[in-house]
T-cell receptor, first 114, second 114 residues
């Protein structure tokens, strides 16, 4: 079945630096790739997503890139701020499968030091 | 519009006891999901439902049962709780169809099995 690997498991950066989290997926039929942010004690919340017909998507300081050939996608956060500290999850889905199931990576704990 | 809600927020059980976790959504979503979240393992799908009266197994279904008698509710049952079921449980819901793949999460239920 589908498998999603996420790296690194922890990431510590200085405020203002950039952070990059990478995920690889196994199912070539996957065509939807969301990223969720989970603050301590809170629910996961969607921050950005990308579909397989697009190579890159940006939303202010956040961007996601997708390489379908290599089956990997990445989250880029620029000008990091302390409020970006959280656990980030990538996920993959085949939206033609009529189940909406997401397969999640293991998560990356991002710490932004002031 | 409350979104996705979960009941209870926290529960302590003794080994062998049973309980039911309730998930409710008011967004008229067709799809609903139950996940468990354990440290370092991301979000793992327990069971899911693509519509009222239907359920299916996810990645880690053993020891759990579900029911979806009404479109807005998805119940997760533990018939005989085990310490291995200590976890944080999240419910999520979403629409069916292309361009609507986003899943919306509830606030979570923290379960401790002694």
């Amino acid at each position: 079945g589908e498998n999603v690997e996420q790296h690194p498991s922890t990431l510590s950066v200085q405020e203002g630096d950039s952070a990059v989290i990478k995920c690889t997926y196994s199912d070539s039929a996957s065509n939807y790739f969301p990223w969720y942010k989970q603050e301590l004690g809170k629910r996961p919340q969607l921050i950005i997503d990308i579909r397989s017909n697009v190579g890159e998507k940006k939303d202010q300081r956040i961007a996601v890139t997708l390489n379908k050939t290599a089956k990997h996608f990445s989250l880029h956060i620029t000008e990091t701020q302390p409020e970006d500290s959280a656990v980030y999850f990538c996920a993959a889905s085949n939206s033609f499968g009529n189940t909406g199931k997401l397969i999640f990576g293991q998560g990356t704990t991002l710490q932004v030091k002031p | 519009n409350a979104g996705v809600t979960q009941t209870p927020k926290f529960r302590v059980l003794k080994t062998g006891q049973s309980m039911t976790l309730l998930c409710a959504q008011d967004m008229n979503h067709e799809y609903m999901y139950w996940y468990r979240q354990d440290p370092g393992m991301g979000l793992r799908l327990i069971h899911y439902s693509v519509g009222e009266g239907t359920t299916a197994k996810g990645e880690v279904p053993d020891g759990y049962n579900v029911s979806r008698l009404k479109k807005q509710n998805f119940l997760l049952g533990l018939e005989s709780a085990a310490p291995s079921q200590t976890s944080v449980y999240f419910c999520a819901s979403g629409y069916h169809g292309q361009g609507k793949e986003t899943q919306y999460f509830g606030p979570g239920t923290r379960l401790l099995v002694l």
